[in-house]
């Protein structure tokens, strides 16, 4: 969530990869994922409204972008009411609790271990394509905003760092 911070209202929005990547569109996806496996998985529905759940047959990656009237309060209001939804369920059931996840076909029976990992999983892939989206708007890298868990020897070295990270690319391109 730390990678929403400071930043305006476009670059939290604007497209940063081929394939449209960008930092609020990652949390309203995060939103959808969790609601579906902690709350349909489980048979305890959240009873919060995603307006563009169910538009995800006819409209691909709706989930991944937001609209301009999709607020950045309303986005991050809606993740943390999932995740206290998630919070709640993984409390409640034990870890071999049976679930359904429908679009999984013969593999849909599950337990919330399994589920815990597989949203841990995914969770953890796309706050990597968090770290890289932020680095591209301002630079900003690193785990945490209070401890960024990277060298912190100045923008000098980092441009040494890639600089050599470059030359080796094309020395391995040229053998």
């Known amino acids: 969530m730390w990678k929403l911070d400071g930043l305006p209202e476009y670059d939290i929005r604007r497209p940063l990869t081929p394939t449209g990547t960008n930092l609020l569109g990652l949390i309203k996806h995060l939103t959808g994922v969790e609601d579906e496996y902690f709350g349909l998985v489980f048979a305890r529905p959240s009873g919060i409204t995603l307006p563009w759940a169910p538009d995800l047959d006819d409209q ?102 890639r600089a050599q990270v470059e030359l080796a690319a094309r020395q391995a391109a040229q053998d």
């Open 60 to 161: 691909p990656n709706v989930d991944m972008w937001a609209t301009a009237d999709e607020s950045r309060e309303y986005i991050v209001g809606l993740y943390r009411e999932v995740w206290a939804h998630a919070d709640a369920t993984i409390d409640e059931l034990p870890l071999d609790a049976p679930g359904q996840v429908p679009w999984w076909g013969e593999r849909g029976e599950v337990d919330l271990h399994r589920i815990l990992v597989h949203v841990i999983a995914e969770t953890n892939r796309h706050g990597g394509h968090a770290d890289i989206v932020r680095e591209l708007i301002d630079g900003s890298a690193g785990l945490r905003a209070d401890g960024s868990n990277l060298p912190s020897n100045g923008p000098e070295w980092w441009s040494q760092y």
